[in-house]
Nanobody, 126 residues
Framework: QLQLAESGGGLVQPGGSLRLSCAAS????????VGWFRQVPGKEREGVAC????????TYANSVQGRFTVSRDNAKNTAYLQMINLKPEDTADYYC???????????????????WGQGTQVTVSS
């Protein structure tokens, strides 16, 4: 079965950190650029970060620049989103998506992604 699975979400206090993982199964993630998105109920899903197929190019939404870092380990078929200095407004369901491309051509839109994960919830609250 071809799928992405996110993990690592949870409840964290403001200023805290989390690392999300995005594991691919049934296909080789190193053939895909990987985007991270988040969604709050009632709002559109927004692009957070993206990493190219080789990891050489990354891009971020202004709202997370300097606080979030996207990375990947192609040997483990996994991508990551390290989040530090979390704020209550970062609370959302986080999703990863794989685009069959060298670069993040589709990001930050939600179009043209080949695979999506089911999401992991991140809650930032004291």
């Amino acid at each position: 079965q071809l799928q992405l699975a996110e993990s690592g979400g949870g409840l964290v206090q403001p200023g805290g950190s989390l690392r999300l993982s995005c594991a691919a199964s049934g296909f080789t993630l190193d053939e895909f650029a990987v985007g991270w998105f988040r969604q709050v109920p009632g709002k559109e899903r927004e692009g957070v970060a993206c990493i190219s197929r080789t990891g050489g190019t990354t891009t971020y939404a202004n709202s997370v620049q300097g606080r979030f870092t996207v990375s990947r380990d192609n040997a483990k078929n996994t991508a990551y989103l390290q989040m530090i200095n979390l704020k209550p407004e970062d609370t959302a369901d986080y999703y990863c998506a794989a685009e069959y491309n060298l670069f993040c051509s589709a990001w930050p839109t939600r179009d043209d992604y080949d695979y999506w994960g089911q999401g992991t919830q991140v809650t930032v609250s004291s």
